[in-house]
């Protein structure tokens, strides 16, 4: 805890809360995550505003000196930042250079090649999935989209037999699996293990992708059975290209920080001496820092180049894949403000002090509260913070497995029931061409199943690890 926290809290740990002092911290948490929907939904205001002004509502109704409530703000958002910022900013750069270098299209042509017939929505969902790992959800739905639309024009395929599957793997991806924005920002607020935490999100994200994408697209295609748009069938980014990079170097070259990283995970529990020479090098080499950053350099070789990128172009594509990112990141370091303000002003405390006498799980307590945020806000990342820096004071005598859950439950509660102020909800129904009621009995009822299906493997894990 900072220096700040202690001081605010300093007469809460001499004495509990009153009840009095519960229900000013509740109407204050109520208060604060009401302004920020008003904000978004209502006034159509920009989520770091919204986090921000929120922020300093909590702060004013749970009775916090204004100075303090600034400071705590501030303090949260630059220690997000300093932790998640660079990640997502390697991120997008190796997802920008699977793109433009054409490393993306090969994986998808080289894999639809191989597939055809009941096999393709199978095909679709591996896809999305190994595509969308470095990858954005938006990028991934631009990039995949065409694809998806060309599948089902080129082999009479149902149009949601085909997208759903996509959709589905990259939506699963973007929810669970780190180094995406939500769980990274999880991960940090309530102290898990990154590598654990992978771990368990894939093998959460299997079964899910699978339930949510393949099996349900059988249902989607007779609810919704619609041709594909002709209008949005724009060009693929490697049709300018004269070559483009190997399919085996190109997917190496995604897998390289996941395989780091689950390695180090491996090592710590093999070896679990802190002083050993092969764990202080995994220590190293399996940060997500390193993981990712040799990711980014790997590909240069592996994919600007194949593609007959010139030095003065991939750093164009550098460029051009940090620019989007702005956005992503003042929201995600906005959200560590208002995780900050929520615990330097009791609230941690005050959750503690409830839950104790409450029979509901931890897990599922986090769940439920990622989805009354996703509701309200439609923002699965705006949903995973407020959720994490609520729930994160449970972490503190959890183990380091139902810790990583912990992370695995928000992120899971953050995707249910995408509806009309959810951005993702508006691009896919564009793409596909869908009417407000067709897209709600596709995408969003893909996205609730992603949430229960992997909500409920969560607690199922957590009675057996």
Do not use: C
Request: proline share 5%; hydrophobic share 55%; net charge neutral.
């Amino acid at each position: 805890m900072t220096r700040l926290s202690a001081e605010m809290l300093a007469a809460d740990t001499a004495e509990p809360i009153t009840s009095a002092g519960h229900a000013q911290l509740g109407i204050a948490v109520l208060a604060g995550i009401a302004v920020i929907v008003l904000l978004i939904t209502r006034f159509k205001l920009h989520a770091f505003l919204a986090l921000t002004i929120g922020s300093l509502a909590l702060g004013a109704f749970a009775g916090a000196p204004l100075d303090k409530v600034i400071t705590s703000f501030t303090t949260g958002l630059g220690a997000t930042v300093a932790s998640v910022g660079v990640l997502i900013a390697l991120g997008a750069i190796l997802g920008r250079m699977l793109a433009d270098s054409g490393g993306a299209d090969q994986i998808v042509d080289t894999i639809l090649a191989k597939a055809g017939g009941r096999s393709m929505p199978w095909a679709m969902v591996l896809i999305a999935s190994v595509i969308g790992l470095p990858l954005f959800f938006e990028v991934g739905v631009v990039l995949l989209i065409p694809v998806v639309l060309m599948v089902a024009k080129r082999g009479n395929y149902s149009l949601m037999r085909i997208g759903i599957p996509a959709l589905a793997g990259l939506s699963v991806m973007h929810g669970l699996v780190p180094p995406h924005p939500g769980p990274l920002v999880a991960i940090d607020a309530v102290g898990a293990n990154l590598g654990v935490t992978l771990a368990l999100g894939v093998l959460v994200a299997i079964p899910t992708v699978v339930i949510a994408g393949p099996v349900f697209s059988r249902f989607a295609a007779r609810w919704v059975d619609v041709p594909a748009p002709e209008r949005m069938l724009p060009q693929r980014p490697s049709e300018e290209l004269e070559k483009r990079p190997g399919f085996g170097a190109t997917l190496a070259t995604i897998l390289l920080p996941v395989v780091l990283m689950l390695t180090k995970a491996l090592v710590d529990i093999v070896v679990d001496d802190p002083t050993h020479t092969v764990q202080r090098v995994f220590d190293v080499i399996g940060s997500p820092l390193i993981a990712l950053l040799a990711a980014v350099l790997v590909g240069i070789f592996t994919l600007g180049r194949p593609a007959g990128f010139s030095k003065e172009r991939i750093s164009g594509v550098v460029e051009t894949g940090l620019a989007p990112i702005a956005g992503i990141l003042l929201i995600v370091g906005a959200g560590g403000g208002f995780k900050q303000t929520l615990i330097d002003s009791g609230v941690g405390r005050m959750v503690l002090d409830i839950s104790k006498d409450w029979s509901i799980p931890a897990l599922l307590l986090a769940w439920l509260i990622a989805v009354a945020i996703r509701l309200a806000t439609g923002s699965a990342t705006v949903a995973t913070i407020s959720a994490a820096g609520l729930v994160a004071p449970l972490a503190a005598d959890m183990s380091t497995t139902h810790t990583a859950l912990l992370v695995l439950a928000i992120g899971s509660g953050s995707l249910f029931f995408s509806h009309v102020n959810d951005a993702g909800f508006w691009l896919t129904k564009e793409y596909f061409g869908l009417s407000v009621g067709q897209n709600i009995k596709t995408w969003s009822v893909m996205e609730t199943i992603i949430s229960v299906v992997a909500g409920g493997l969560v607690l199922l894990l957590s009675l057996v690890l």
